[in-house]
């Protein structure tokens, strides 16, 4: 009892000890917890998990219900930014006269466009780790929104190339990547079908923004286009509210008086910017699969086929209207072609994508892909035939056939390649090779029409590009699988022969296990023995 007293007294006095330090421990904690929390937030290089969608514990992706509405948000996303580009060939001559550029100078504006918006991934995939999917797609909403509207009030065409080009594809570039990693997190079972309905996002872009982009055309100028354009890329704002994390942001404490020196802010400050620094090299290092790009020969064929194809695979999108502008055909029936275009997108691509994901084609996904770019390099030929209505309704639905099945076997083809937990690595080297052909494309065309004065010589040259893509893509990986079968020939297992018991007179270590499997040593030695006839594994 005596003993029990004393403990009892000891515990008391102890809690009075600590209850009468806590009002003057009670601001150094919440320094301490502070200081701790921010030196957690430099250690790790982030203010935010690893992985925007989730907090610590594992969240079941809903497949439906709000998933729904993200998919919605994704279409509109995707029609909003991947399909914007094609469309500046409605302005095409407008800015080409109001500057008094060439056509060279002229085509720098969607080709800068274009390959900011592919060469921003792995800078876009940072900023998805530090901030989440929902925080980078407003930002690219509100910076491609910007950027239009400041190229409304520009005076050179060297403006419009950072204010359009820069400034509006970056903003593409954080508004399209960020919507479809969250789309693959909200859906699991139903991915490829949430993927092939947010694939049509492009195809309702090409469908709806050059009748847009014509009537405001004709109404308020280039000028006042742009205007109006940039708020309606501030839709990308809304369409990234919605997109909502699993599980909820992580909530941390913040206090709202801070009684830490400036000397100290300062130092944090830095420490933070040294980590933000670090976290973005291992970023770009992770996102460039520069080591599969070296021992993968099947990635190395591929990416420098898609590098080749981007050269001339989306200059006859910008070069059309100007091309049919040019003999005489109305702008309104012009941007009408890049509508059907997108029609026939909307149309084919769904079906396509199911249909070559049957078991029947596994295997044949890069024939398949080869045969359609072949097809859609020659299509390119159609136009120099005549410059008339008919013909280049021919032309776009030719065209457009060809680029769905393109379009849906892209990724397909390149995940047989490689291993799935390299893909987003892979994809990010892909993106950024293909930034440089895209951006040197649309001038070479430029510079093609300024010595020639005929735009048919660049559905020529576009042709010319793809088709050898295509024959190089074919040849390549059909010479990869008759080495794969070789190989797989020459280690066709023998007839399983039991071994022999080994002579008397060799000297056998005990206690030492053998394997049944020769090495490439031990070939030599086996020729004299009669344990060389037995089984490879």
Request: charge should be neutral; hydrophobic fraction near 45%.
């Amino acid at each position: 009892m005596s003993r029990r007293n004393g403990n009892k007294v000891a515990g008391d006095c102890d809690s009075f000890q600590m209850e009468s330090k806590a009002p003057e421990q009670a601001p150094n904690m919440e320094q301490k917890n502070d200081e701790i929390m921010d030196s957690e937030e430099v250690e790790n290089g982030k203010s935010e998990p690893i992985n925007p969608l989730a907090m610590d514990g594992a969240v079941t992706a809903p497949d439906g219900g709000w998933g729904w509405v993200v998919l919605v948000a994704t279409i509109l996303v995707l029609a909003l930014t991947l399909a914007f580009p094609s469309c500046m060939g409605i302005f095409y001559m407008d800015l080409q006269t109001e500057f008094q550029a060439s056509n060279q100078e002229t085509s720098w504006v969607p080709s800068i466009m274009t390959s900011v918006l592919h060469a921003g991934g792995p800078f876009c995939s940072v900023l998805v780790e530090r901030f989440g999917c929902r925080a980078t797609v407003m930002l690219g909403g509100v910076l491609s929104g910007l950027g239009m509207v400041a190229s409304s009030f520009t005076h050179t065409i060297t403006e419009l190339y950072v204010t359009a080009g820069i400034i509006t594809g970056l903003g593409f570039c954080f508004s399209f990547q960020p919507a479809v990693t969250i789309l693959g997190h909200y859906f699991v079972r139903r991915r490829a079908f949430a993927n092939a309905m947010s694939s049509t996002g492009t195809a309702l872009g090409l469908c709806t923004l050059p009748l847009l982009g014509n009537y405001l055309h004709t109404e308020l100028g280039w000028r006042g286009s742009f205007l109006v354009l940039g708020a309606v890329l501030l839709n990308c704002c809304v369409c990234g509210a919605v997109m909502r994390p699993l599980g909820g942001p992580r909530h941390r404490g913040q206090h709202l008086i801070n009684h830490r020196p400036l000397q100290l802010k300062e130092e944090k400050l830095k420490g933070r910017m040294r980590a933000s620094l670090a976290g973005l090299m291992t970023a770009l290092r992770r996102h460039m699969a520069f080591d599969l790009l070296r021992n993968n020969l099947r990635y190395r064929m591929y990416v420098v086929g898609i590098t080749w194809m981007m050269l001339g695979f989306v200059v006859p999108l910008i070069y059309l209207v100007p091309y049919a502008t040019a003999h005489d055909m109305e702008q309104s029936q012009a941007a009408l072609l890049l509508s059907i275009l997108g029609i026939v997108n909307i149309v084919v691509r769904p079906p396509i994508g199911l249909l070559f994901s049957l078991p029947w084609f596994k295997g044949c996904h890069t024939y398949v892909f080869s045969a359609a770019l072949l097809l859609n390099g020659l299509s390119n030929s159609i136009c120099c035939i005549d410059a008339s209505f008919p013909v280049l309704l021919a032309y776009v639905v030719t065209y457009g056939l060809s680029m769905s099945v393109v379009g849906s076997l892209m990724f397909t083809v390149l995940m047989d390649t490689l291993d799935m937990s390299r893909f987003p690595a892979a994809l990010g080297l892909l993106a950024i090779m293909e930034s440089v052909t895209l951006l040197i494309g649309p001038p070479l065309a430029g510079i093609l029409v300024d010595r020639t004065g005929e735009y048919f010589y660049v559905f020529f040259a576009c042709s010319a590009t793809v088709s050898s893509s295509a024959v190089f893509l074919m040849v390549s990986f059909y010479w990869l699988d008759r080495r794969d079968r070789r190989a797989l020939k020459g280690q066709q297992v023998p007839p399983q022969v039991p071994p022999q018991k080994p002579a008397s007179g060799n000297n056998l270590i005990p206690q030492c296990q053998y394997r049944s499997v020769p090495t490439e040593g031990d070939k030599d030695k086996a020729s004299d023995s009669e344990t060389g006839d037995i089984t490879h594994l």
